[in-house]
């Protein structure tokens, strides 16, 4: 069987279906050991004090921001390339999520940053282009909305999602780009040295895991309910027709 089956409305409907609650619930033990670890059992930083906990909401949301969009560029590629419906919906339903996953991340890093810069907000090129990022996010949903054709829509929001993705990339390599800024370094990296200490590097790892697999169940959720809708609207239409 072709991977593309799987694209396929009914086949989605029907392996998703038994998938979707261990999926919520893998990530309901994930978010749950990750955060209890992380908050309760691990030390405060000589320097950050407790405020360095919020890492375990703030990089794991920061993260599924960015692969979020990414996961629409991939999706509606998919779209543009095959016409695969479910991939159009499957990029709608990503969004929602992805700019809650934004605004947990701005808000995150805004009480993180202003005991340690003095402020709540920097023109810093790191949140600049995250708040551009989400923007693009409300501009992406609001292109949907404002659309009845749905292929015209995805057509119209897959361009919108390529543009978008330079703020993506940029949101992930800013620091790279630029040396300024108030924004500290990756927190995680193939280069052990510079990653989180210990202490902090493995309950984060449950947390960004936890963080994915939500992620994922929402995702599969939403596009579960994107197919209904459409499956509705085209049966109103035969009604009408009728």
Request: proline share 4%; charged share 15%; with cysteine.
């Amino acid at each position: 069987m072709s991977m593309w089956e799987y694209a396929n409305p009914r086949l989605f409907m029907s392996w998703t279906r038994p998938v979707l609650p261990w999926t919520f619930g893998l990530a309901g033990v994930c978010l749950v050991v990750g955060l209890v670890w992380g908050f309760f059992f691990t030390p405060d930083d000589f320097r950050q004090g407790s405020t360095v906990k919020i890492i375990y909401l703030h990089v794991p949301s920061a993260l599924m921001a960015i692969n979020a969009w990414i996961m629409m560029l991939v999706a509606s590629l998919i779209w543009v390339v095959r016409r695969h419906h479910v991939s159009a919906l499957a990029a709608r339903a990503a969004a929602p999520v992805g700019v809650v996953m934004t605004l947990i991340a701005l808000w995150t890093g805004a009480v993180w940053g202003q005991p340690m810069w003095g402020t709540w907000w920097a023109w810093d090129p790191r949140l600049t282009s995250f708040l551009i990022l989400f923007l693009f996010y409300l501009g992406y949903i609001a292109l949907w909305e404002a659309i009845e054709d749905p292929d015209t829509a995805a057509d119209l929001t897959a361009i919108l999602c390529i543009v978008g993705s330079i703020f993506a990339i940029l949101s992930r390599y800013a620091v790279f780009f630029w040396n300024q800024g108030l924004h500290q370094g990756a927190s995680l990296s193939l280069d052990a040295e510079k990653n989180v200490a210990d202490v902090f590097y493995y309950p984060l790892l449950i947390c960004i895991a936890g963080f994915v697999l939500l992620f994922l169940a929402l995702v599969l959720m939403r596009t579960r309910t994107e197919i209904r809708a459409r499956r509705i609207k085209a049966l109103q239409a035969r009604g009408q027709d009728a």
